[in-house]
């Protein structure tokens, strides 16, 4: 990947019909990307529907969409914590933060032949400048915790966590997310810890 394919990639920030029109390839990317390591998430398009029905018609919801000749790339989604998923706002209750000062960034799902090339820097800088527009205080999202000697972890499996503490995340401690999902190669659904990072803006 090259600095010339970077400059060929457009990332735009979509609100309203233009977010809720790129949803079925939010779900894709989210079906195909997750399906790795660390998320192991075996998912399908209805579920996904169900799932992304937070973004549609919600005026505080933003969809940063990268695309590489019209093709969908590479998608962060944010929305106001007060309108995201319980699980997700609860935790945040005890920090005496109100929920309405948070931004919750929800994924950033990016093919991995465009990574490494400053899209993730993107992602951030444009969820950033939504929070202000939303005059919130602090970005937050979380992420997977799995056991270190997790049966399918890759060999040379690598964190995001030095990425993220260089743009100024800190995990907050003790303050964890539980969700469910069906692992790839499972039957059923079970309930995975998430940590929450945040930063002041």
């Known amino acids: 990947m090259t600095a010339d394919l970077a400059a060929e990639i457009e990332v735009r920030a979509l609100t309203g019909p233009a977010l809720e029109a790129a949803l079925d390839g939010v779900a894709a990317l989210r079906i195909a990307i997750f399906r790795d390591w660390p998320y192991l998430y075996d998912g399908n398009l209805d579920y996904e529907r169900a799932y992304l029905k ?12 990268a695309f590489h000749q019209g093709r969908l790339i590479g998608a962060s989604t944010s929305t106001l914590m007060e309108d995201h998923a319980e699980a997700f706002s609860a935790p945040f209750r005890a920090l ?54 997790h049966p399918m972890k890759p060999e040379n499996a690598r964190s995001n966590d030095a990425f993220w503490r260089g743009r100024g995340y800190e995990p907050l401690p003790g303050v964890l997310a539980e969700f469910a ?21």
């Open 54 to 65: 937070t973004y549609r018609d919600n005026p505080g919801a933003l969809l940063v969409a």
């Open 96 to 149: 005496n933060i109100p929920l309405e000062n948070i931004l919750y960034g929800a994924e950033s799902v990016l093919l991995p032949a465009y990574r490494g090339i400053g899209l993730g820097h993107r992602f951030i800088d444009l969820r950033e400048d939504h929070a202000r527009a939303m005059h919130r205080a602090y970005v937050a999202f979380c992420s997977v915790k799995r056991p270190e000697r």
């Open 181 to 201: 999902w069906k692992d790839v190669g499972d039957s059923e659904e079970t309930v995975k810890p998430l940590q929450f990072w945040m930063r002041k803006l």
